[in-house]
């Protein structure tokens, strides 16, 4: 079986390419750097530039701007967005329908309630609950 690729043109009138992730045949960039073992839904996008991690989930609807981080082990929820620029720290979790606007970002162990509008350039910090759930607060 060849790669296969999709090609779409963005808003500016530029044709971006994508390919089908080898682990669950999302469409990734061919520009973006996504670790094979972490899982990209069929029904998402990450855009060119971004970067997703080893072991990180990225769920149905779920789209991944450019430049954005996804680090080792976070889980990005159905239909979530991630911005361009923005970094998702290891084993955070961004709920279903939660966007996380341009340049922001989210702490190690964050846990993003669904529906949460992160704003651009801001912090999106850990509580206590999150950081003791992975093993880090007393």
């Not at 009138?13 to 750097?33: C, F, Q, S």
């Not at 899982?39 to 060119?48: E, G, I, L, Q, R």
């Amino acid at each position: 079986m060849g790669i296969s690729y999709v090609e779409f043109e963005d808003e500016a009138g530029i044709t971006r390419r994508y390919r089908k992730h080898v682990n669950g045949r999302g469409l990734v960039a061919t520009t973006a750097k996504v670790d094979p073992t972490a899982f990209v839904d069929p029904k998402a996008y990450v855009d060119p530039g971004a970067e997703v991690q080893r072991a990180a989930q990225i769920g149905p609807g779920a789209w991944i701007e450019g430049d954005a981080i996804v680090a080792e082990r976070a889980v990005i929820g159905v239909n979530a967005h991630v911005g361009r620029r923005a970094v998702i720290g290891r084993n955070a979790v961004i709920g279903p329908y939660a966007t996380v606007g341009e340049g922001a970002r989210v702490q190690n162990g964050a846990r993003v309630p669904r529906e949460t509008k992160i704003a651009a350039g801001d912090e999106f910090h850990a509580s206590t609950q999150d950081l003791r759930r992975l093993g880090l607060a007393a």
